[in-house]
């Protein structure tokens, strides 16, 4: 039997008295009663219910009434108490800043590894109940309660690659994960450029190199792009790695594409491929650090100093022991599709340092000296570190005269 709309009205009057009292499980078995009952679509019967009562604006012969009905003013209480109160997020609060403000995600299972470590510095005091609270916190509840503090926070460049055409036939093209990376060593490497965006003249360059494998960072400003430069940086980097270096790709720039390069690659068994011009995704590995490490770090301000280089290479030394040792990365595990959604899975985050112990290529003499070098470390106080030589770097930058542009002359002589 069909309704009448004055018999609707009068359901809703009545099943609405009692939905806003309902719990959510007694509003859902509510809903199906009442779209029985009156032939409603669920949606509209739900915004029916739910806006039952709500005070109506009249205007009746140019005078305006406001028309309050009958409401229930019954709201439910929160019947258990909560559980992550302001102590929680405080402590929470410290720990994600000292962790450069990672996602959820990444902080949730990192929270096991960092509270340890700062606590044996000092950084941080907890009693037993606000750490067995902050140890079993999940990702998504981590980012419900730095909402606010995520969004007090809440800055693209053009690229300078000049191509280099020597060589490239001898070199071969590496598509996007064509190489065996089961194991450290094979790294992708970028330029960074320190322009300001005025790329007249010369400014710095930071040289980011990425193991594809533990996400291992290292970085190094040089003076500009000449071969030379580039190559004595590589030089150190190689160094610094806890790892033999296998495998090398880059893009096309002159920079990289060089006999200096090719001949070092060839002495050495390493190998040295390019990516395709125009396709980032090649190289997405570094590309990925050259926002997370590079930019984030050294801004986009132009440095062409050698004092700016030098403090360039100070934030380095430090940035590297902080990225490698204290952030935790996620490593793409499949990326399945049906139809047009596309859904990726990650493996639990690690920091490189971790996927270094744990690789069976990487020798133990090394591990150990990894050890070692990570009881040393107080992750708060390199970050403090860094921070005072971001504010050198930022003062030396907006201390020295402005540059003339060519938008300047544009302007002098139109």
């Known amino acids: 039997?069909?309704?009448?709309?004055?018999?609707?009205?009068?359901?809703?009057r009545q099943v609405a008295q009692r939905y806003f009292k309902a719990t959510k499980k007694?509003?859902?078995?509510?809903?199906?009663?009442?779209?029985?009952?009156?032939?409603?679509t669920r949606s509209y019967a739900r915004s029916v219910l739910r806006r039952w009562g709500a005070r109506i604006h009249m205007r009746v012969s140019d005078r305006h009434y406001f028309v309050e009905p009958e409401r229930p003013t019954h709201k439910n209480k929160r019947r258990k108490e909560r559980l992550y109160d302001n102590k929680v997020l405080s402590s929470l609060r410290s720990v994600w800043i000292v962790s450069d403000y990672l996602c959820g995600k990444r902080l949730a299972p990192f929270l096991r590894e960092s509270i340890p470590?700062?606590?044996?510095?000092?950084?941080?005091?907890?009693?037993?109940?606000?750490?067995?609270r902050l140890l079993s916190i999940s990702a998504a509840t981590i980012d419900r309660l730095l909402k606010a503090d995520k969004k007090k926070m809440s800055l693209k460049s053009k690229s300078r690659t000049k191509p280099g055409t020597l060589l490239k036939h001898q070199i071969p093209i590496r598509t996007f994960c064509q190489w065996d990376d089961a194991r450290p060593g094979f790294c992708e490497m970028d330029l960074v450029g320190h322009d300001g965006g005025d790329a007249s003249g010369e400014y710095a360059q930071t040289l980011d190199v990425t193991d594809i494998r533990t996400a291992w960072t290292e970085t190094e400003a040089v003076r500009n792009k000449a071969q030379k430069w580039v190559f004595e940086a590589l030089g150190h980097i190689i160094e610094n790695l806890p790892f033999d270096l296998l495998g090398l790709d880059s893009d096309n720039g002159s920079e990289f594409i060089n006999a200096h390069l090719f001949r070092f690659c060839k002495e050495n068994s390493i190998t040295f491929t390019r990516a395709r011009s125009s396709r980032k995704n090649d190289n997405c590995y570094v590309e990925q650090k050259n926002w997370s490490v590079v930019r984030r770090a050294a801004g986009y301000?132009?440095?062409?100093?050698?004092?700016?280089l030098e403090t360039l290479n100070e934030i380095y030394k430090h940035l590297r022991l902080y990225t490698n040792f204290f952030q935790p990365v996620m490593k793409l595990k499949e990326k399945t599709r049906?139809?047009?959604?596309v859904t990726k899975r990650y493996d639990v985050p690690k920091t490189p340092y971790r996927r270094v112990l744990e690789s069976e290529q990487v020798d133990e003499e090394v591990k150990e000296r990894l050890?070692?070098?990570y009881i040393t470390l107080n992750p708060a106080e390199l970050k403090r570190s860094i921070a005072k030589l971001q504010e050198k770097l930022f003062k030396l930058s907006t201390s020295k005269p402005r540059r003339k542009t060519r938008n300047d002359f544009e302007y002098i002589y139109t």
């Open 301 to 308: 301000m132009r440095y062409d100093t050698p004092e700016e």
């Open 26 to 40: 007694q509003k859902g078995l509510m809903l199906d009663e009442f779209v029985f009952t009156t032939g409603y």
């Open 371 to 373: 050890k070692r070098q």
């Open 338 to 341: 049906e139809g047009s959604k």
């Open 1 to 12: 039997m069909r309704l009448t709309m004055k018999e609707k009205k009068a359901v809703t």
């Open 117 to 132: 470590v700062l606590e044996r510095f000092g950084e941080i005091s907890l009693d037993s109940d606000t750490r067995t």
